[in-house]
């Protein structure tokens, strides 16, 4: 299961239903792009660090971007950015998760319903 970054924030802010999501998961896969975003959220190195503590210690996968996954994230860019808003972030984490195969674990399943490729499961908080 490839896990959406919001899930992960709401993780990271003491939700104890995403951290019990996370927890009941056999193997946790993220996007480099997730990894990223969640970077760009912290305030401070040490929060960094933090970050970075957390993702090893729990055993996080972080899939790097691929050729393959670039060009399928550009392609649905170019299909579905005007008609659904899909952003650059979401397009390559969507990526991620077909070229894998995976589904994908998230709490703004609305900003993936136009990918019919995913499988989307939804993360209520």
């Known amino acids: 299961m490839l896990i959406d970054t919001d899930?992960?924030?709401w993780c990271l802010r003491g939700n104890r239903k995403a951290g019990a999501a996370?927890?009941?998961?056999?193997?946790r896969v993220i996007s480099q792009i997730t990894r990223m975003e969640l970077i760009v959220g912290c305030r401070s190195k040490s929060e960094i660090s933090l970050l970075k503590r957390?993702?090893?210690e729990e055993g996080f996968q972080v899939i790097p971007l691929s050729p393959e996954i670039g060009i399928r994230a550009d392609l649905w860019l170019e299909e579905k950015n005007l008609s659904?808003?899909?952003?650059?972030?979401d397009s390559l984490i969507a990526a991620t998760a077909s070229?894998?195969?995976?589904?994908l674990l998230t709490a703004n399943a609305k900003h993936f319903r136009c990918f019919s490729e995913l499988d989307v499961k939804r993360f209520t908080p």
């Open 99 to 103: 070229s894998l195969g995976l589904p």
């Open 7 to 9: 899930v992960l924030i």
């Open 54 to 56: 957390f993702l090893a």
């Open 84 to 89: 659904h808003g899909i952003g650059l972030a």
């Open 22 to 27: 996370i927890a009941a998961l056999p193997k």
